[in-house]
């Protein structure tokens, strides 16, 4: 290990005290050190031009130059071998596979009196560390400047009370970097729309408009990556202009640039992930209900080794500096131009969901404009139908209305729906479709059957299927097959309001058995 430097206020004593005419020895004896340095002190003393009085008057750092030649580690004989070296050192440490251990023990063969491992390994850090000085400064944040964004690595989730499927959500974090104001939320993607809306929630939060807003270099801000002029997507640029800021992303795998907001996740990991890993949501309105506590609590904590919060500094020193808010908040829109279906919907987004237009509008071609909450669809410049946005994967979001009679009539099918409308033709047709429904299975088992009954209805004359279904009811066979038989063949065999069935009389035209049903 090289020698430590000795204190200055030792140097400046043992030069009074040799001025004082003491001798070496009490001088060493005195300050408990070397008299061979108090020797080497007198020599240099004597040599210099100045006076004690003057070498007292210098700066330590250039009194410390004057003695000992900067940091006795550099003056020592090893280091003028290991200065000559360093330069093919640092350039063979630079190739696969070699190590610095390799390199010092190939070091200590040729010179056995060298440095130690670790002295060695600190001269190369060195070494390399003054080739290569840093131009960067620290990057000196001014209040309301910047807002830092970034989401989460690690991801939380809830649990869905419909399918019992958990879910996963991404974790958005915002720090404002002169005070340390954080916010934090949950989106259910890093998608534009979610991206947007949670910069909104995150200005609205901070109560104000930083001049500066740095997102990370992720898609949903960032079209084309480019460390100068990066291309920002459409929805990035209409919330920068929206808000009156400018928006200028990290450089990508440049994590330098957003530092406060990397470590602003860490301290989220500590701070929410882990108060909440035995907790169990069910929406993720509740998930953020408890972040939010959680970010209160952290933003009002005192910071370590001074007398306020980040809560408290944000107030004092960056809220001033905010840009106002604008009146309305800002709503990311898209925009498709689309054909309406048969079954009078539209279909988009990359969740394939589906939304209702009256069906007048069938095969017309409509106007979509959708945000991050809401789709509004319109024709000829009118609008036709206002939706909310679900999100699910291949829903169907609907008014009743728009849809086709047909539509509504089948979505109103039950046991209920059936019956009453039989009832209206006849209590024998009411009878058989009471008698379906009574099978004991799901009544959608049998909504086919029932609607073969009033299709027949519908194309039979009312007087014969009337009679027929009394034959059927009489008779105790309510089955579809025989009501048909009898309506195709005009109830032929059967009496006239007979109550039961009679063998028709013997002619040359009957052909076989009758059968009795």
Known sequence: ?????????????????????????????????????????????????????????????????????????????????????????????????????????????????????????????????????????????????????????????????????????ETYVVIMPFSGMTFVTCVRSQGIEQFL?????????????????????????????????????????????????????????????????????????????????????????ELNEAIAELVERYNQKRLTGCDYSRRECFLASEKPMLSPLPVASFEFKRRASLKVAPNSFVTFGSGRNSYSVPHRLIGRQVDVTFTATQVRIYHSGECVATHLRPYRRNDYTYVEEHLPPKSREYRAYSADYFISKAERIGPEFKTIIESIFAGGQPEQVYFRTAQGFFSLQRKSAPALFRQACAIAVSHGNLRYKFVHALVKSQCEGFRENADELTPPENHSNIRGKVAFV
């Open 1 to 169: 290990m090289a020698t430590q430097p000795i204190s200055m206020n030792i140097i400046k004593q043992a030069l009074i005290r040799l001025s004082q005419k003491e001798s070496i020895r009490s001088v060493a004896a005195a300050l408990h050190i070397n008299k061979n340095t108090v020797s080497r002190y007198k020599a240099i003393a004597e040599a210099d031009p100045m006076s004690v009085r003057e070498l007292l008057a210098l700066e330590d750092t250039v009194l410390n130059h004057r003695f000992n030649g900067g940091n006795p580690a550099y003056c020592d004989e090893r280091m003028e071998v290991l200065k000559n070296l360093l330069p093919a050192i640092a350039k063979e440490l630079k190739k696969p596979h070699v190590t610095s251990r390799l390199l010092w023990e190939e070091y200590r063969r040729e010179h056995p009196d060298g440095y130690g491992l670790s002295q060695f390994r600190y001269h190369i850090s060195q070494h390399i560390k003054a080739v290569t000085p840093s131009t960067l400064l620290k990057d000196l944040y001014q209040p309301g400047q910047k807002m830092l964004i970034d989401f989460a690595g690690d991801r939380l989730s809830y649990v869905d009370t419909d399918t019992g499927e958990e879910v996963f959500v």
């Open 197 to 285: 809306m949670a910069t909104v929630k995150a200005l609205e939060f901070f109560g104000g408009v930083p001049k500066i807003l740095v997102p990370d270099n992720l898609k949903s801000a960032v079209k084309k990556c480019d460390p100068y002029e990066p291309d920002l997507s459409t929805g990035m640029n209409d919330l920068a202009n929206h808000y009156l800021c400018v928006a200028q992303p990290a450089r990508a795998r440049k994590p330098k640039d957003k530092a406060l907001v990397e470590d602003a996740v860490n301290k989220a990991y500590r701070h929410i992930y882990a108060p909440l890993r035995n907790r169990l949501f069910h929406s993720l309105e």
